[in-house]
């Protein structure tokens, strides 16, 4: 049966036999990301496409293991992002789709409601330019500060008026949760969040649906025409998946198509 069944996908002209041959190798930060991974991965070993999903703590890792051939595509970075190490590391790295938009969120253990925080309050955003950047808008879209800029660089010198007389304590993202216990409030992507256990619907606020900053399937350049790849980017971005996302993650994490 596997015989026919493989036999069937490579008649159907949907994946190489090289990449048969060996599973895909797919980069993703740890939490809800790879869930969403593991589930288009069952898709695609139904037809034949088998796929490793392999969990990253430290952001600056997928990229890295992507440009040296350690992996074969990753998904869980936005463009900003991406240009920004593009630009610092030189890869040779190119993103081939559109992925979810996963709400950057402002949690606080000391603040019911933006109002609430504080003269003086010291917020932790992440050390990383282009979230920090993103951390800003946030922000400022809140008025807990207003901006010079709005771009994927902006950072804090960019800051115009912080009316509140705000400290920022730039941090590692993994590290932000843990803050929660030192800061007033902390600008988390959701990832993390849930890892930490935090409920994104007890954000002070979360970016919504329009959020520019939605995440991309990255590939080296040499790689972005292979079929396996897109074979599997196009599982993902299926009705199937799209339902799982909207049921599972309950409107915090948000399908792009």
């Known amino acids: ?13 949907l994946i190489s036999s090289s990449a048969l041959a060996a599973p895909l190798k797919l980069g993703v930060s740890a939490g809800p990301y790879g869930e969403i991974l593991d589930f288009t991965a069952k898709l695609a070993a139904k037809e034949g496409l088998e796929a490793k999903v392999i969990e990253f703590t430290d952001w600056n890792m997928p990229n890295a293991a992507l440009q040296a051939g350690d992996i074969d595509a990753n998904n869980f970075q936005h463009q900003p992002f991406l240009d920004n190490q593009i630009k610092q590391r030189g890869y040779d790295i190119v993103s081939v789709a559109k992925s979810v938009v996963v709400p950057m969120g402002l949690y606080s253990k000391k603040a019911k409601a933006v109002a609430e925080v504080k003269n003086g309050a010291t917020i932790s955003i992440p ?39 705000l400290k920022f304590a ?27 256990g935090l409920d994104p619907k007890a954000a002070l606020k979360l970016e919504d649906d329009q959020s520019k ?45």
């Open 213 to 257: 900053w939605h995440l991309v399937w990255a590939v080296r350049k040499d790689r972005q025409d292979d079929p396996a790849i897109k074979r599997f980017i196009e599982l993902y971005r299926s009705p199937e998946v799209r339902q799982f996302i909207l049921t599972r993650f309950n409107g915090t994490i948000v399908p792009t198509w």
């Open 170 to 196: 730039e941090l590692d993202a993994a590290q932000l949760p843990r803050s929660l216990d030192d800061v007033d409030a902390s600008v988390i992507t959701l990832n993390y969040a849930v890892l930490a």
């Open 127 to 165: 050390n990383d330019p282009t979230n920090a950047a993103r951390a800003l808008v946030l922000l400022s879209d809140v008025g807990l500060i207003t901006l010079k800029s709005t771009g994927p660089t902006t950072s804090l010198i960019d800051i115009a008026t912080n009316p509140k007389n």
């Open 1 to 13: 049966m596997k015989t026919l069944l493989t036999a069937a996908v490579l008649a159907a002209g």
